[in-house]
DNA sequence: ATAAATTTTCAATGTTTTTTGAAACTTCGG
DNA sequence: CCGAAGTTTCAAAAAACATTGAAAATTTAT
């Protein structure tokens, strides 16, 4: 396969991929994009290499910098601003952990938290098996929420490593 | 609060939660619903509960049963159907996980051992930072992909009993 | 300060996805 | 076999979401 025909095919089953995890698919063209360019882009090479407009371009070349995943960089003697990817697959997985257990992740516990405590009488099947549900729900998440945080902290050969032995 | 406060809560959260995870709101809803249900509904149970079409009722049922969270329950000397929801979270959570990495992961860990093989010299930085890419995104990959299974094989109590050995 | 270059915003438009509802189909009791 | 109850399908409508492009704002060089 040539080169140009694999970057296109990257680019978009990156893109359909993000879709299937609420991510919109010209973000993650974009990221796609950048993660197979060795030097950094302006918003205009990425506009003619997605065929995509300028206000599509920037807001979601601003969305991937508010997610962490990519950077404006300056490039001495060019008035145009550069993009570029975090490279490290590990800091990327980690960082999109990072961002969605503090956008979702936390907010539905914090909402468990409240449904918990609703009124009623334990011994109406309603109740109780809201309750339980709730409970239980909110007992995995605070185990996925504490396993998280320790992963985003570690290292990548740390992680793999223990992984690997864990899981024979 | 309120049970009915409560429920309604729930479902809409966990409507609104899905969306973020490519799942559409109506099935997570409906999932929801199941979830907190003590006894198995039907389709006009759940039909007049959450204000939807019977179409859609229907369309977003035989979804979940795809998935594999909702069955099929047959109430003796009633005509109508029943449905209701697994309730052991880590069987859904198992259960999704299941189905994600099949219809998801491993395409995509076939197309990058396609992408991998891209012609062209190592030396051009385009290649060259292509192949490494690819490579790294697929060693992750792969290595999801062995954790995930062994997930799915294991016990609720043994993994969590694992992990916080794993991550003190 | 000016103007050219560049970036950002956002109302209008276009696209995709979801939902509806009525018709077609299936199942089952008598 | 008939008809009522129940289920499924799917074209059309609605809603949600993404994209465009031109105008406004900002930045920078002179």
Do not use: C
């Not at 938290?113 to 998440?141: C, H, M, N, Y």
């Amino acid at each position: 396969m040539k080169l140009t025909d694999a970057r296109h095919q990257f680019i978009s089953n990156w893109g359909a991929f993000g879709t299937h995890w609420g991510i919109n698919r010209t973000m993650a063209q974009i990221h796609a994009l950048l993660l197979i360019s060795p030097d950094p882009l302006t918003q205009d090479d990425i506009m003619e290499e997605l065929n995509i407009s300028r206000g599509n371009t920037n807001m979601n070349i601003r969305e991937l910098i508010n997610w962490g995943l990519v950077d404006r960089v300056l490039i001495p003697g060019e008035r145009k601003e550069y993009f570029s990817a975090e490279k490290d697959i590990w800091k990327v997985v980690t960082q999109i952990v990072k961002e969605r257990k503090k956008r979702e992740l936390e907010p539905m516990l914090q909402l468990l938290d409240r449904l918990e405590a609703v009124e009623g009488d334990k011994k109406d099947p309603q109740v109780k098996t809201f309750v339980e549900t709730i409970s239980s729900i909110k007992k995995l998440g605070k185990q996925a929420d504490r396993t998280l945080d320790t992963m985003i902290k570690a290292e990548e050969s740390w992680f793999v490593g223990a992984l690997l032995k864990m899981f024979k």
